[in-house]
């Protein structure tokens, strides 16, 4: 699995099994040391202070335990101490080494330099690497930390613009909406001027075709009137001209 790929839950885990570890090899390389270096310094320090043997190697085991545990600190705030925590992890280092392979080295047996070399080589290995993996791990954070961040105010930037766009489509859809009952408002005032034209339009018509009939039935009730006073005169005529004829004829009898 790539660290890359790692989330920080992960990543913190490691990193206490890292500490775990470092903690487990330095508490064994310290006892170890104790165990070691005492008798030697047993060996070229007086009888009468001989109890104050295993003080040395305590104090030297001290100073690698403040250096592990101040670098782990520093490493974690994503710093660096300088040259003098690097100088003092070396000199602890080589003391430890030094202090553990003496009394060995004193008589020329290089197994049992190499076997109690192991201890204290091991844990200045441990101390380097677990200062190096805890850098990596502190960038490892920072890195997922920006990239949250980034993909934070991205997952920010991306919900402003979705609502901004909603928004503008509400508005959109309003102004629409208004428009359309807008044009249907205007549709139907139409509608009901047109309605109201055709009604005058059809009023104006009806009132015309009545005075037209009216004028028509007039025009016939004079005609009538022409035609009866017409019929009255030549029937009035007639009837003058059947008395005449009348008369004519009496006249003629006599």
Not at 102 to 111: F, I, M, P, Q, Y
Not at 181 to 209: G, M, N, Y
């Amino acid at each position: 699995m790539k660290l890359a790929k790692l989330t920080p839950a992960q990543l913190k885990s490691i990193d206490r099994t890292l500490s775990g570890g470092t903690w487990t090899i330095t508490a064994g390389a310290v006892l170890f040391s104790v165990l070691t270096v005492t008798p030697l310094v047993q060996r070229v320090t007086t009888d009468r202070w001989d109890w104050t043997a295993p003080i040395l190697p305590i104090v030297v085991d001290a100073a690698v335990v403040i250096v592990i545990r101040l670098d782990a600190t520093v490493s974690r705030l994503g710093e660096s101490g300088g040259r003098w925590p690097d100088i003092l992890r070396w000199l602890t280092g080589m003391f430890t080494v030094a202090l553990n392979i003496g009394d060995s080295a004193l008589k020329r047996d290089l197994v049992g330099v190499a076997v109690h070399a192991v201890a204290p080589v091991l844990l200045i290995a441990t101390a380097e690497a677990s200062l190096a993996y805890r850098r990596a791990i502190t960038r490892a954070l920072d890195r997922i930390d920006r990239e949250q961040r980034e993909e934070a105010e991205a997952r920010r930037v991306h919900e402003r613009q979705e609502r901004e766009e909603r928004e503008r489509s509400q508005r959109e859809r309003e102004d629409r909406e208004r428009a359309e009952r807008q044009a249907e408002l205007d549709r139907a005032e139409r509608i009901e001027r047109e309605r109201v034209e055709q009604a005058r339009e059809t009023e104006r018509l009806r009132l015309e075709h009545e005075a037209e009939m009216a004028r028509e039935q007039r025009k016939a009730e004079e005609a009538r009137r022409r035609d009866e006073a017409d019929r009255a005169d030549r029937r009035a005529e007639q009837e003058r001209k059947d008395r005449e004829a009348r008369e004519a004829r009496e006249r003629a009898d006599r």
